[in-house]
């Protein structure tokens, strides 16, 4: 069974940082497209990053571009999501999704498996 859990969440001053891990089982990553998404209440669920992405690279959404960085450590089958210079438009509730094969890009809709979320909330 593909599970997904994000970690690393919590409450931080605007400018600092945050690194969150996905923790995957079930399924060599390898083989699958992983993003980061995140949500707000009332709004839309947000493409962040991904890894091994639409030709097999990484891609991210232009909020977070320069600011946030995806990486995979195979041994741990762990992916992680560097946030820096953190705005208060950042808090939500952030994702880690998979979908087997590379065709995943920043849409919700390209992924079918999905972990349960970890808070994100960034002060003024």
């Known amino acids: 069974e593909v599970q997904l859990v994000e970690s690393g969440g919590g409450l931080v001053q605007a400018g600092g940082s945050l690194r969150l891990s996905c923790a995957a089982s079930?399924?060599?990553?390898?083989?699958?497209?992983v993003g980061w998404f995140r949500q707000t209440p009332g709004k839309q669920r947000e493409g962040l990053s991904c890894?091994?992405?639409?030709?097999?690279?990484?891609n991210y959404a232009d909020s977070v571009k320069g600011r946030f960085t995806i990486s995979s450590d195979n041994a741990k089958n762990t992916v992680y999501l560097q946030m820096n210079s953190l705005k208060p438009e950042d808090t939500a509730v952030y994702y880690c999704?998979?979908?087997?094969?590379?065709?995943?890009?920043?849409?919700?809709?390209?992924?079918?498996?999905w972990g349960q979320g970890t808070q994100v909330t960034v002060t003024s």
């Open positions: 890894i091994l992405c639409m030709g097999g690279s990484t």
């Open positions: 079930g399924f060599a990553f390898g083989d699958y497209a």
């Open positions: 999704a998979a979908v087997r094969g590379h065709g995943g890009e920043l849409f919700v809709e390209e992924y079918d498996n």
